[in-house]
């Protein structure tokens, strides 16, 4: 479509009537929007146009206005009732729904986190209740034995025997509780040298020249109890291989005391 | 009458001020050609409220680079009014899309109403019918030529000419209220 058809076939004007079907007007808008000559001419028909309409003007009754204006205030009341009331109320129920659930969310985790927490320092609890429990039955056997140590070397009828060091462990000095009513003995080894792993001190009874077994020294007590033999006439200490031995070995005898 | 891109862009925003302001400048003359056209003041009021209501409702659809908001109004009242004469008259219907055969029957308006004024009552005998017929009428080129009893190609011409005669008129014109307000 060339400039002089459509000038001259009036399309310009029967655009601007609405005559032209969608597929023409397209081509028309298209045309004028290239070509500013043609524009020119088309603004031109419209201004004319539009002073045609001016010039024929006719006053409409004022109830069209009022009338428009109000189908216009009702259609947005409508939709304004359909769209936002249910909306917002749900929406606002919905985000009231929303906050409880997390409250609940957050409470449940804070619990379960606590409870947790709880759990652990029950369990601590117990184990710190076994151990002083455990502490303290070793305290009351050590007690004990402590007092029925005491209550021996205490007892009025209790001897006291001294047993010094020979040439082979000069700086030994062991004392000895005796008692020959409750037939008990107790022995003090503060000053008894320390010995190797591979040895022990052993302690015998002579009864009648024979050596009887008193019990292996204790590497770990200062104070303990030894083993009374009857008709014991004298206490000997001898190093011994750890554990004790059967018979005692005269020649490593470091001290001996003869009982009264 | 342009100059009213701000008030445009507030009835696109919804601003029924806006509409209420643009309703008070162009109905009028909306009104004018859809009375031309429907010939009865009862259907040419709820035409024109109908129209204003398009204009609130598809505002969006206004695209000022295509053309001014007058013709843009234009075109939806006589695409209205054009529906209703068609809907109302069946018969005619059926014959050549022309809905004014015997419409002369039909008058119930007070004949005022039809009558043109301005710069076009200046033009000779025919060329003011062709533009009655195609502008304040709603008949196409095709259906206004036999109306008029000539070819198209001579209707066009006419249109054509008056266009040109009125042209001349209305620059006349604003040399006038030029020299006036330099006058003044």
Redesign the interface.
Known sequence: MDKKTIL???LL??Y????LDVKESEQI?RI??SDTELKAY?D??????????????????A???S???N???SA?NDTKIVELKPNSNSKFYLGIAASIAALFMIGSFWMYNQLNAVKQQLQTVENEKTELNTTIESLNKELKNKNSLYAAIAHPETEKYVLTGNDISPETKVISYVNHSTKSVVINTERLPDLDADHDYQMWADVEGEMINMGVISKDKKLMAMNYIDHSESLNITIEPAGGNDHPTVERLVTNVYLR | MQNDTRLIQQLKNKDESALSLLYDKYSGAIYSIILKMIRDEGKAQNLLQDTFMTVWDKAENYDATKGRFYTWVYRIAKNKTLNVLRKNDPLIQTDDFSVYKNKEEAISIDSEYLELKGAITSLEAHHKEAIELVYFKGLTHREAHKEMNVPLGTFKSYVRQALKELRITYSKAIIVLLLILNVL
């Open positions: 001259e076939n009036g004007e029967q601007l009537l609405g005559e808008e004028l929007s088309f031109q028909l419209e201004e004319d146009f539009e002073t045609l309409g001016f010039e024929n003007t006719i006053t409409p009754p109830l069209v206005k009338n428009l204006l189908a216009i205030n947005s």
